[in-house]
């Protein structure tokens, strides 16, 4: 399998080790020759609405949506879950998704960087320990329709909200697990999601 990790801004690399690690053939790519021959694609975390202009700029933002529509195996972590998104709650200005998962989510959920933290979760569908969530200005997902899978959530103020949700081929968590070591979440995206 020929994973492409979109390396237009954000934390491509941590990603690209951490699938190396699972032992699958990873490259960084960010033209649309590259993009159109990956079987499998990684949108990392960063700025979403950087993320979204730069590939709009480099004639990208069309051929991955319709490449996500057409099924491609897709992982979007943070910046990436918001990306994946049908829409946006409080959107920068004139900032678009590339869908993929029937979800609404909200921007900088959590608070501003100086409101980051770690905290671990139990993830469905991975055993063992609970997977470490290091969330950096982190987005939720504030409502999703029928088809969308819960697989982890973080209570604040009472009410549950979702952090990693899956739904068809595509794959969304509001947090990193690029920057922790452990492998887990990125296995799971290969080995249930990538059949």
């Known amino acids: 399998m020929n994973v492409g990790v979109l390396a237009l801004q954000g934390d491509f690399r941590e990603h690209l080790i ?21 079987d499998a694609l990684v949108i990392p975390g960063g ?14 933002f069309d051929l991955i949506s319709k490449r996500i529509a057409d099924g491609l ?11 994946v998104s049908k829409s946006i709650i409080d ?3 004139n900032q678009e998704t590339f869908g993929g998962i029937d979800m609404q989510v909200r921007r900088n959920a959590f608070g501003r960087q100086t409101e980051s933290f770690e905290v671990d979760l139990d993830f469905k569908g991975i055993s063992g320990s609970q997977i470490r969530g290091v969330f950096i200005r982190a987005p939720w997902v504030e409502n ?21 949700v899956s739904s068809g081929k595509v794959l ?5 697990p690029e920057l922790t070591g452990d492998i887990r979440v990125h296995k799971y995206f290969l080995e249930e999601l990538c059949k």
Not at 31 to 36: D, W
Not at 73 to 83: F, V
Not at 172 to 176: E, G, S, V, W
């Open 18 to 38: 951490a699938l190396s690690d699972c032992g699958v053939s990873a490259k960084l790519v960010k033209t649309p020759a590259e993009i159109a021959e990956v």
């Open 91 to 93: 959107p920068a200005s």
């Open 47 to 60: 700025e979403s609405t950087t993320i979204s202009k730069l590939a709009k700029a480099f004639d990208l």
């Open 73 to 83: 195996p897709t992982y979007g972590s943070c910046a990436g879950m918001i990306l």
């Open 144 to 164: 999703y329709g029928p088809g969308v899978e819960v697989l982890a959530s973080v209570e604040v103020g009472g009410v549950s909200h979702p952090v990693a």
């Open 172 to 176: 969304a968590t509001a947090f990193h």
